[in-house]
């Protein structure tokens, strides 16, 4: 089984920097993914970024340069460094595992997740 945590959510200000973090523990498997999502209230799930061991990070088109996702394999770690925070970025962030897919559109889909953390809510304030 595989747990994990995320940590670094908070309340900050149009404009500001956030760093999330998310660790995982347990019978963490080599070649992984590990990504984030998100979710504002009255929406559904929507990815974020990922990050896999034999792909190049990928995010959602609408957070290219503004969202740095990374890892640190030794810590079973992945990070998501959040810049220029606007109000629309206001949800529950949520880091998720599995095993490394066969394409890069299958790690956009919340259902190919087996491993999901509790959240952690960022909240953007005008």
């Known amino acids: 089984q595989v747990e994990l945590a995320e940590s670094g959510g908070g309340l900050v200000q149009v404009g500001d920097s956030l760093r999330l973090s998310c660790t995982a523990s347990?019978?963490?498997?080599?070649?992984?993914?590990m990504a984030w999502f998100r979710q504002a209230p009255g929406q559904e799930r929507e990815f974020v970024a990922v990050?896999?061991?034999?792909?190049?990070?990928d995010y959602a088109d609408s957070l290219k340069g503004r969202f740095v996702i990374s890892r640190d394999n030794s810590k079973n770690a992945v990070y998501l460094q959040m810049n220029s925070l606007k109000v629309e970025d206001t949800a529950v962030y949520y880091c998720?595992?599995?095993?490394?897919?066969?394409?890069?559109?299958?790690?956009?889909?919340?259902?190919?997740?087996?491993?999901w953390g509790r959240g952690t809510q960022v909240t953007v304030s005008p």
């Open positions: 998720a595992l599995v095993r490394t897919l066969a394409s890069r559109r299958a790690y956009y889909s919340t259902y190919n997740y087996p491993y």
């Open positions: 990050l896999a061991s034999n792909r190049n990070a």
């Open positions: 347990g019978n963490v498997f080599s070649s992984t993914a």
